[in-house]
């Protein structure tokens, strides 16, 4: 009996190991941003004091997992002074045949985003992208750029929160990727 429970035992951490193999080959890269870096000015939002370009950062994700249905994007500041961060971005339901999203896709007006896909408003309240403007003096902010692969299209009721959409996204999540960037204002 102790023999089967450690073969058992033995497979299901081999199919958990393989599960996190394949999940390390989806990848999020960027021409526009760089994990552990400063973001330009750019990036920055264009309101409550920051004069910034607000343009979100191209992004592009290779070697998606098996059953992916759609994916994800969000950018959030976990940094922020709020006690729950700050949710920049949240776009959903972006096909699943699509691998890039161009530089200024979260400006709704420029219509760079793809077809069927969902922006979700974000925490300054308007819906798109929404670029990093820490408080002056409050040193670096990470502001996380993750892509998720999902089981499954997401339905959400119109004006989800944030929070709403964040917890849809993680469960239905096979895999994600994450470019961690820095920004800080003097």
Known sequence: MKRNENKQ???FLALLLSGTALA?????SSADITHGEFMSKAQEYQGFGCEGGNL????????????????????YDPDAPTG???????????PKNTT????????????LFPEGSVQISNDYGVTGFGGACPPQGH???????????LSTTLELPENASGALTGYMINAHSLASSTIEALYKRD
Do not use: M
């Open 56 to 75: 979100s950062p191209q992004l592009s994700w290779s070697g998606s997992p098996e059953g992916t249905e759609a994916f994800a994007i969000t950018a």
């Open 24 to 28: 390390d080959s989806f990848t999020l």
């Open 139 to 149: 040193g670096v902010h990470r502001y996380q750029f993750t892509i998720h692969a």
């Open 100 to 111: 890039e999203l161009p530089a200024g896709a979260g400006d709704l007006s420029k219509n």
């Open 9 to 11: 035992a033995i497979c």
């Open 84 to 94: 729950s961060g700050w949710w920049h971005w949240q776009i959903i339901n972006i």
